[in-house]
Each structure stands twice: as C-alpha cells, then as structure tokens.
C-alpha cells in the first residue's frame, strides 16, 4: 500500500534546521499519525510522502513557503496589557492560544512595555527551511469515521 489520499500514515521524523540543530522529533514517541491528503501536516513535507511505502526513508528540505509560510510583519501588533486579565506575569517568549475570525491562533510574546504587550501572531517555524529526515512506518485505510473527522484516531492521533 503506498501514500495517497485518504490513508492514515505512521512516520517517525527528525526536524532540524539549517545549523542542525533538532527543533522536533517523535524518536522514542509514538509516530506520527495523518491522513493524506487532508493538510494534517504541512504541503511540503505531504507531497514529498506521496507514493512512498512503509520502510521508505526520506530526507526532504522543505522551504518557508512550502512549510509554515513566510514571516509577515502585519502580524505584529501591540495589545492592551489589560487584554491579559488573570495572566500574573507576562514575560517574552511566552506563548498564548488566542481566538480569532479565522479560527485559533498561537501567538509569542515578542516585548513587553509599560501600558502594552508587543505579540506576534507569526507561527514559530514561519520563515524557516525545514529539514526532515523521515521514514514510513505504516499504511492503512482510513476509516470513515477519520475521514468525516479528518483526523487519525487511535495511536498516534484523537482519543476521543
Ligand atoms: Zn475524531
């Protein structure tokens, strides 16, 4: 059986970045579970599993714009402090889920000054080139259920 839409894929996968330095990597987890073809994972690193089987092994560099997109400077914005009602401390780097028109959001805390909070809306991996170094654990069909979802189920993915 070989990637293509609609099957659930196991991988287990190294992330660096160019310095090589390992930004993620699910050795010593369970793989990770997708459903081709349904943007779980990123374009780049998708397309470069497609038509791969299991124990196939890839090394991909994918670039920003195939990744997590290149950074936008409109997405730094300045926020009341007093829109951080409950948060005891704010401090730089720390991350936060906010709810927008288009759906959740993870923004950074870039700086923190007197009245206002400077965040940017940019995902942390924005701008970068992505080298994975993957290989294809397992292959099955997906079942109905993670299709109407569009998500895995079970090892790997939702428990729900
Ligand atoms: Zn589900």
């Known amino acids: 059986m070989t990637v293509s839409a609609k099957k659930v894929v196991f991988i287990h996968y190294t992330l660096t970045n160019d310095d090589g330095d390992v930004i993620d990597s699910s050795l010593g987890h369970?793989?990770?579970a997708y459903i081709h073809g349904e943007g779980n994972i990123i374009p780049g690193l998708e397309n470069a599993l497609a038509g791969k089987s299991v124990g196939d092994k890839l090394k991909v560099s994918i670039p920003p714009e195939e990744g997590y997109g290149l950074r936008?400077?409109?997405l730094i914005q300045a926020v009341p402090k007093a829109a951080f009602h409950g948060v005891d401390e704010i401090l730089p780097g720390m991350q936060f889920h906010t709810e927008t028109a288009e759906g959740g959001q993870l923004v950074t805390v870039l700086d923190v000054q007197e009245d206002s909070v400077i965040l940017d809306g940019n995902h942390?991996?924005?701008g970068?080139?992505?080298n994975f170094d993957v290989e294809v654990t397992e292959v099955r069909d997906a079942t109905l259920e993670e299709l109407a979802h569009g998500?895995?189920?079970g090892e790997g993915g939702h428990h729900h």
């Open 128 to 130: 970068l080139t992505l």
């Open 124 to 126: 942390p991996m924005s």
């Open 30 to 32: 369970a793989p990770l």
């Open 72 to 74: 936008d400077d409109g």
């Open 151 to 153: 998500h895995v189920h």
